[in-house]
């Protein structure tokens, strides 16, 4: 199994609502991240876990708020969004957020991102 | 830190035509290099890297790329481009391999026209 399954594929939410994103995979990996990209633009890190525990938070609002139950799972809890937030959500996994001297082991596998559409 | 230019934003080309996706860094030291794929709405996957050793490297449908130390460059190439290949190509340069230096480009969408 060498995927990344992110769900709901798409999700329509008004700005008083709670919604969740969810993010699995079982290729063993110990670091998972969350990434949000607009139309017709890079993606952008939001945040990174390490062996289950939070290592990166680039500033995201305080309306995102991650969590990894577990080192197969990764959730992004979504609470008053904004318009603005409407973008594609991916998610990605690697073998180990650090490259320790195998740098192939830092390669990310994505999955096919959660499309969010605030109203 | 480092970056990434992508120099062409859209690039056209006929069908079973050639094709280069240039890609561009600067870094003071030494990167990893990688080439992700983004076909329409689907997520990214990876289309081929360079880690070490040899400077060409090759994906299972075709591409290749080259990294050039000396002109900081890592362009994409393909001889014979399908319609299959329409999509967002993301070059991205890693400098410790820690994903949190991984640094995309602005993307270059490739249109393969009949």
């Known amino acids: 199994d060498t995927e990344v399954t992110q769900t709901p594929k798409h999700l329509v939410m008004g700005m008083t609502n709670k919604k969740s994103l969810k993010c699995e995979q079982h290729?063993?990996?110990?670091?998972m991240y969350w990434y949000k990209q607009k139309a017709k633009k890079p993606p952008e890190l939001m945040f990174v876990?390490?062996?289950?525990?939070?290592?990166i938070n680039e500033s995201v609002p305080s309306r995102f708020s991650p969590e990894c139950p577990n080192s197969s799972l990764l959730n992004l809890h979504l609470h008053a969004l904004q318009p603005e937030d409407s973008a594609l959500y991916l998610c990605?996994?690697?073998?180990?957020?650090?490259?320790?001297?195998?740098?192939?082991?830092?390669?990310?596998?994505f999955g096919a991102g959660s499309r969010l559409t605030v109203l | 830190a480092q970056s990434v230019t992508q120099l062409d934003s859209q690039v056209p080309v006929f069908e079973e035509a050639p094709v280069e996706l240039r890609c561009n860094y600067s870094?003071?030291?030494?990167?990893?290099l990688f080439w992700y794929v983004q076909y329409p709405n689907q997520g990214l996957q990876l289309l081929l890297k360079?880690?070490?050793?040899?400077?060409l490297v090759e994906s299972i449908n075709g591409f290749e790329a080259e990294f050039n130390k000396s002109q900081t460059s890592f362009h994409l190439r393909k001889p014979s481009v399908h319609i299959s290949d329409t999509a967002e190509y993301f070059c991205?340069?890693?400098?410790?391999?820690?994903?949190?230096?991984?640094?995309f480009g602005s993307g270059t969408q490739l249109t393969v026209l009949p």
């Open positions: 991205a340069v890693s400098l410790s391999g820690s994903a949190r230096q991984l640094t």
């Open positions: 360079y880690l070490s050793g040899s400077t």
């Open positions: 290729m063993g990996h110990r670091a």
């Open positions: 990605a996994s690697s073998q180990d957020p650090n490259t320790s001297g195998r740098p192939g082991a830092n390669v990310l596998t």
């Open positions: 876990y390490s062996y289950e525990k939070l290592s």
């Open positions: 870094s003071s030291v030494s990167v990893y």
